[in-house]
């Protein structure tokens, strides 16, 4: 079958009939679009599900150990916590919502009691953190904030917050409590930095009027994060049914089967651009047939049997498909690699959570689109290439 293979390449690189050399690259062109489309776009996607990943890890615990009337006297807890295998760390943390008095208004936020000498062991707050300071060093009376806290109310280091609590019976002076500034820190998350404040658990207890010793949980760092599923379970073994463990993919479910459905949405939208391409390699190769029919009918009745034909058209279309997805696949991994590198498209953070557009290819993204354009390449082929192989040999050179 060596011949079929030398004849489909000659028919491909034939360039006396201009208009069979155009269709052929307008072909391969829009298989390339496709694909490069393709890559680009799901990189995209993945590139936001890793960063929102990555900054909600950074800030929140891997997983969280509550129970409905708070825990009391966390430290035997803690211990079993540490006890199971996978988990790296734990730390004690209260938390509730507070409200932030600025002139004559009160604006919501979401306060977090930590303990400064285990908080820098769960979370990565002490990366994000500007300047030498360590949350190790935070005092009851100090509060950190985020950076979008701190440019929305001209705050820094140094100044005072005035903090109204939501609860009866605290000890402030009519619930108002005064805390200073003593560092801020930039997750890259807007919501974070725009609502979160961090504050010892000493404080914290006094602000929500807790009794000595009561908190609302215990954060869990893992040394797997991708198995706080499995950790999870194994902490409810160990703990009792009588707390409530959830992970931070729990935490933040509707983030990520958005970001997932989305990602799925993308590829289907953009596998039909390679499937409208694909109905370029069948024009094109019945095209290819009708002209060569003369070719086809000597072929026929020198005794080139149907099976050698139909590889002929076969080996042509599916030639076009290849190369047009050899082109995408370097346009799009070439404009991927400008993106991530440059970072020249820059986004609303308010909107978007991060400040650039994320970029990460994956290899199996790029296997799954590249066999999926090729396939539908082949699959474009089959109707042409059987056609051409039904011809007979008196029908194809009667008007010859």
């Known amino acids: 079958m ?13 360039r006396k009939d201009r208009f069979l050399t155009l269709i052929n690259w307008v072909s391969v062109l829009g298989i390339a679009i496709g694909v490069a489309a393709l890559i680009v776009v799901i990189g995209v996607m993945t590139g936001f599900d890793r960063d929102l990943k990555d900054k909600i890890v950074g800030t929140t615990a891997h997983i969280v150990v509550e129970r409905e009337a708070g825990i009391k006297d966390c430290a035997p ?17 209260i938390h509730g919502n507070v409200f932030l008095e600025y002139g004559s208004r009160a604006y919501g936020l979401l306060m977090r009691g930590v303990d400064p000498a285990h908080e820098g062991s769960v979370t990565r707050i002490d990366d994000y953190l500007k300047g030498r300071y360590k949350v190790a ?4 009376g100090e509060v950190i904030i985020g950076r979008e806290l701190a440019r929305y109310y001209d705050l820094k280091p140094g100044d005072t917050l005035s903090i109204l609590s939501p609860v ?16 801020v820190f930039d997750s890259g998350m807007y919501d974070y930095d725009r609502n979160l404040i961090l504050v010892h658990y000493a404080k914290a207890q006094e602000i929500f009027n807790l009794a000595a010793g009561l908190v609302s949980g215990v954060a869990v760092k893992l040394d797997d994060v991708d198995a706080a599923m499995l ?4 902490l409810i073994r160990e703990i009792g049914f ?3 463990a959830r992970t931070w993919i729990e935490q933040n479910i509707n983030f990520f089967a958005a970001l997932k459905l989305e990602k799925f949405a993308m590829f289907v939208i953009l596998t039909l651009i390679v499937l409208v391409a694909s109905f370029n390699i069948v024009s094109t190769l019945m095209v290819t ?35 047009g997805t050899l082109l995408g696949l370097a346009g799009g991994m070439g404009i991927s690699f400008v993106l991530r590198e440059t970072q020249i498209i820059k986004l609303p953070e308010t909107v978007y959570y991060i400040d650039h557009l994320p970029v990460l290819t994956q ?5 799954m689109i590249t066999l999926s354009a090729v396939l539908i390449s082949f699959v474009a082929t089959l109707y042409p290439s059987a056609r051409a192989a039904s011809l007979e040999p008196v029908e194809a050179l009667r008007y010859l």
């Open 242 to 244: 009588s707390y409530v």
């Open 289 to 323: 047939v009708t002209t060569k029919t003369k070719d086809i009918g000597i072929l026929r009745s020198v005794g080139v049997p149907a099976g050698a034909i139909r590889l002929i058209f076969t080996v042509y279309g599916l030639t076009l498909g290849v190369v």
């Open 137 to 140: 060093q935070l005092q009851p």
């Open 77 to 93: 807890l803690i211990e079993k916590i540490k006890n199971v295998r996978g988990v790296a760390s734990a730390s004690l943390f």
């Open 231 to 234: 950790v999870k379970a194994a």
């Open 2 to 14: 060596g011949y079929a293979l030398w004849i489909a390449f000659k028919y491909l690189t034939a």
């Open 168 to 183: 009866s019976g605290a000890a402030g002076e009519g619930w108002r409590f005064k805390l200073k500034v003593v560092a």
């Open 363 to 367: 290899f199996g993204d790029v296997a």
